[in-house]
């Protein structure tokens, strides 16, 4: 299946696409976006056996949107649910964030989550308590076997810069790693939804509750 990209009313190459956009976080957040949709969207029309095409549009003082033409209205609307639902789930999080949304970070294997209005996010600690001074991290992970498994007391932390939250190791021997990707000490890194954060040897998982999925 074929996507396009319009930037300001123009058809442009994935290529071109970053180097116009001057903001690399918003293009790579296009960029996942349009893999997910390819990753995801397998449709045919049930009528036709067609296949739709979609543009993601982009414009710089409008937002995000999607054009999705078909060989039938019924084919057409079925698309766009699922395209909507892709990006607003993705996109979100690495390029505005709404009111309403909550991140939610789930240790891997239990059924525990840590929930943060995203909008209310300034810093917050991932380790465990610290025996000396009895400070607690703001996601305190030393039920989970947090010691055992490599966690430091303050091994990471999740930022919300630009309008998106980023991840960053804070110096630790263990290590913080996106997706399987060890990050350098302190240097942020866009989180996105579906992420998977491994601390020492524990895991986290990243999702989004987005309540009002409609509006
Ligand atoms: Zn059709």
Redesign the pocket.
């Known amino acids: 299946m074929d996507i396009q990209f319009e930037l300001n009313g123009e058809i442009v190459e994935i290529a071109e696409l970053a180097v116009r956009l001057n903001n690399p976080s918003v293009a790579q957040a296009v960029l996942n976006v349009a893999e997910q949709i390819v990753g995801e969207i397998h449709l045919e029309?049930?009528?036709?056996?067609?296949h739709p095409a979609i543009t993601l549009v982009i414009s710089e003082t409008h937002g995000f949107g999607v054009r999705v033409s078909?060989?039938?209205?019924?084919?057409v609307e079925q698309v766009q649910e699922r395209v909507r639902a892709v990006y607003t789930r993705s996109l979100q999080l690495s390029t505005g964030v709404t009111a309403g949304l909550n991140l939610v970070i789930r240790v891997a294997g239990t059924s525990k989550s840590f929930v943060f209005d995203v909008t209310r996010i300034d810093v917050l600690v991932i380790g465990r308590i610290d025996p000396d001074t009895g400070l607690r991290p703001d996601i305190d992970l030393s039920t989970f076997g947090a010691y055992e498994n490599g966690v430091s007391r303050r091994h990471a932390s999740i930022v919300l810069m630009n309008r998106g939250l980023y991840l960053l190791d804070e110096g630790t021997p263990n290590g913080t790693f996106l997706n399987e990707r060890r990050l350098k000490p302190r240097e942020p890194d866009a989180l996105k939804y579906g992420d998977r954060v491994r601390l020492g040897r524990l895991v986290l998982e990243i999702t989004l509750d987005y309540p009002a999925s409609t509006s």
């Open positions: 029309c049930e009528t036709h056996h067609e078909a060989c039938c209205q019924r084919f």
